[in-house]
């Protein structure tokens, strides 16, 4: 039976294409600060994590904030779904040589800057030596240019999206209160802790369906990593610690904006969702 299975779960959420704007990066003075860069992962896919880098990097740039979102999750990318954008280059150019880094950069809708994947490449779904070189060397040509980087990573626990966390300064573990949802996310943060010995990890949790919910979630994943983690880690290893940064309520709003591929803050930006992710940003960039 699983860790999680003995704590209780909570019950229970266009216009034509737009055209890129010149490369953000050319003619910029580089600043003298390396980015903070952020993974925003999850044990169970289809919890929202690609809604939430967009709309947070959005939420970021509106205060005033240099943002880049790299889409991490290589074989089954889709960032450029939610933005609505039409790339002619991708990762995957770059990572073949056949365009220069900076020329697979996209001026996105909401202020901030985008690195995307392809779709569908089985040879990124494994972590071989050249995806793991070529996904560092751009964080660090990257680093100095913005202030938040934000890794979209893949779901689960695969090579690729555990290494792409590891590159992170925060993870942010993103989780729904489906119980599914809820033993995943227990699996990332455990292993999180276990095999990169992070122990500052930073939950979101979607989909709420209540104020408040966020926090009993937060609470219950809690006590589970405290029984069956904690005393498995290294003597002297600081225990893991779950920071509840952010819960998102079910709305509506979410899915038509998803639907429009529009950033929902700019949608409908005094929605409960929007206003969430502001906080959420204040929080990450005060």
């Known amino acids: 039976m699983s860790d999680i299975s003995n704590v209780s779960t909570v019950s229970g959420p266009s216009a034509g294409p737009p055209q890129a704007s010149p490369n953000p990066l050319v003619g910029r003075e580089v600043p003298s600060k390396r980015a903070r860069v952020q993974a925003i992962t999850s044990g169970k896919g289809g919890v929202g994590k690609t809604f939430l880098a967009a709309n947070l990097a959005a939420a970021l740039a509106k205060r005033g904030r240099r943002v880049l979102v790299l889409d991490a999750d290589l074989g089954l990318a889709n960032l450029d779904v939610v933005l609505n954008l039409f790339p002619k280059v991708t990762l995957h150019d770059v990572f073949t040589g056949k365009v220069q880094l900076e020329d697979a950069i996209l001026h996105a809708p909401g202020g901030f800057s985008v690195l995307l994947a392809g779709s569908g490449l089985v040879e990124y779904s494994r972590l071989t030596p050249e995806v793991r070189e070529q996904l560092l060397r751009i964080i660090e040509t990257l680093a100095p240019r ?128 929007a206003q969430a992710i502001h906080a959420i940003a204040a929080k990450i960039a005060p």
Not at 177 to 185: I, K, L
Not at 196 to 202: E, F, N, S, V
């Open 146 to 273: 913005f202030d938040h980087i934000l890794l979209d990573t893949g779901a689960g626990i695969s090579d690729v999206v555990l290494y792409a966390v590891s590159l992170a300064d925060d993870v942010i573990v993103l989780a729904t209160p489906e119980p599914t949802s809820m033993t995943d996310a227990y699996a990332t943060i455990k292993v999180l802790a276990t095999q990169q010995r992070r122990h500052a990890i930073q939950l979101v949790v979607n989909q709420v369906g209540r104020i408040g919910e966020g926090r009993t979630i937060r609470g219950q994943l809690q006590l589970v990593v405290d029984k069956f983690v904690t005393p498995t880690l290294p003597e002297g290893s600081p225990a893991p610690a779950l920071e509840l940064i952010g819960e998102v309520p079910l709305d509506a709003g979410v899915r038509e904006a998803v639907q429009q591929r529009r950033l929902l803050i700019e949608l409908q930006p005094g929605s409960a969702p």
